[in-house]
Structure formats: structure tokens, C-alpha cells
């Protein structure tokens, strides 16, 4: 639609392009995938200010910003095998099957596994294949991959993470507080790992074994 095409080129100009993203190929994904449609009805025409929303059970999707910033670190070429933690609405999913060869994204909840799988299917991404489970354990039949993206925030870095990275390989995640964290960038060279602050950022928890014990979804605390 005509509306929803101009909001998003204005959403790229005025947050992303003015926020300092350069890389023209993420860029172009942020203009093309139909943000709206990952959001529900009611939601549509907020779908392109600058904030995260709210998509049911708790989670949100993330600021445009955020996602931008978070693809952008990756340095994605377009060859490249990904595996993304968190699914939620499946925006997130979409911008990086339009800039790599294939997806692998995780879901802990079902209903969000679902909807995003069912509007991906509709949007044609045929390259993303979505998996519900505990991601902090990674993929490890699929393992290693190009690039890790985490989009829920952890106290640590899962180790088995840097294990189904390859040589070279980037992961971004934000890590910290339940309630504030630091985005990371973390390239796996041959001896270890080479670690990067890019943002202070608010994501929602990874919980799971190796992230934390319960979710905003749950009741009671972590041990
Ligand atoms: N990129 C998504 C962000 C969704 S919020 C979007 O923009 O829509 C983060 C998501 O991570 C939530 O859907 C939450 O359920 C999920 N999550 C949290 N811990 C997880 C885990 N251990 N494994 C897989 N998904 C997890």
C-alpha cells in the first residue's frame, strides 16, 4: 500500500540513515519488508515510529533502529548461514532473509513461533526455517553458522554459541540486566573471542538454561 510504502521510507530517512546506518543494502531491506504486517491490526499504524511494540505474551518487536543497528553489525554479504535467537513477530527474520542465503531462527513460545512462521510463508521467505525450543543451546545440526544474532537480552554469552560460530564469524547480543543491557559484537578469531560495545539497549530476557531461569511470562524468580 501507497501509505505504508511512504511511512517506511520516512521511518528509514528520519531513524536509521539520520541514527548514522550507512550499509545501503540494509537500508534497502528496511525499506521493502512490510513492518506492518508483523504487528496486528490495531497496531498497523504505529508499526513505523521509533519504539518497540507490544505483539502478545509479553514480547515485543524491536525498534526499527535496533533491528538496523544489529543487522548492520553483522556485516551480511549475502552468502552467509544465520542463526537468530528470539523469532517473535518475524520482522527481524525477514530483514535477514532478504540479506543472506538462509535462517535459522528460535522460538520459546508458541503462538509467536506460529504467527511468524504463517507470515513469512505468505510474504514468500523460503529460506527461513523456524524451530520452537530453547535457543541458548543454539542449532547444533545446522552448526557452524556466519553469524548469531540474539535478540533477547542475557547475563552471559551462551558458550555453545561461540561453539556453533565459525572462524571469523559475528554474534551480536545484548547483554546484562533483566531491565538494560549493552549490545555486543563478538567476532570468533582463531584464539578467542574480540568483544565490542555498540549501544546501551532494553531487550526482553532470554530465558532458557544457559540465559534466565524465568520470563516476564512466568511467575517467580530466578534462583
Ligand atoms: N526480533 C524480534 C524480537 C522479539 S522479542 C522481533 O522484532 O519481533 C524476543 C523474543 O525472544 C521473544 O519472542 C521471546 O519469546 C524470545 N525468546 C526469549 N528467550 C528465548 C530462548 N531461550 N529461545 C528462543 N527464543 C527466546
Known amino acids: 500500500m501507497l501509505h505504508f510504502e511512504t511511512v517506511r521510507r520516512r521511518m528509514v530517512d528520519e531513524q536509521l540513515i539520520k541514527r548514522g546506518i550507512k550499509e545501503e543494502r540494509v537500508l534497502a531491506a528496511m525499506r521493502k519488508v512490510p513492518r506492518h504486517l508483523f504487528v496486528e491490526e490495531a497496531l498497523q499504524q504505529r508499526a513505523y515510529g521509533d519504539h518497540a511494540l507490544p505483539i502478545g505474551e509479553k514480547q515485543t518487536i524491536s525498534q526499527p533502529y535496533m533491528v538496523a543497528l544489529m543487522t548492520e553489525s553483522l556485516s551480511l554479504s549475502g552468502s552467509e548461514k544465520v542463526l537468530e535467537l528470539g523469532t517473535g513477530s518475524g520482522y527481524q ?96 578469531e582463531d584464539k578467542g573471542i574480540v568483544e565490542e560495545d555498540l549501544s546501551s539497549c532494553i531487550f526482553v530476557p532470554l530465558v532458557g538454561t544457559y540465559g534466565w531461569k524465568k520470563g516476564g511470562d512466568e511467575q517467580g524468580r530466578d534462583e
Not at 94 to 99: C, D, P, S
Not at 115 to 135: C, F, M, Q, T
Not at 139 to 144: G, N, S, T, V
Open 93 to 188: 527474520t525477514a530483514i535477514l532473509a532478504e540479506l543472506s542465503t538462509r535462517v535459522f531462527s528460535i522460538e520459546r513460545i508458541k503462538g509467536l513461533a506460529h504467527k511468524a512462521r504463517k507470515i513469512l510463508e505468505s510474504l514468500r521467505y523460503l529460506n527461513v526455517v523456524i524451530r520452537l525450543k530453547d535457543g541458548t543451546y543454539g542449532w547444533k545440526e545446522e552448526a557452524p553458522f556466519d553469524v548469531i544474532l540474539v535478540a533477547a537480552g542475557a547475563p552471559e554469552i551462551p558458550s555453545l554459541l561461540i561453539e556453533q560460530l565459525k572462524i571469523g564469524g559475528r554474534l551480536v547480543i545484548p547483554i546484562g540486566g533483566r531491565n538494560s543491557q549493552v549490545l555486543k559484537r563478538v567476532v570468533r
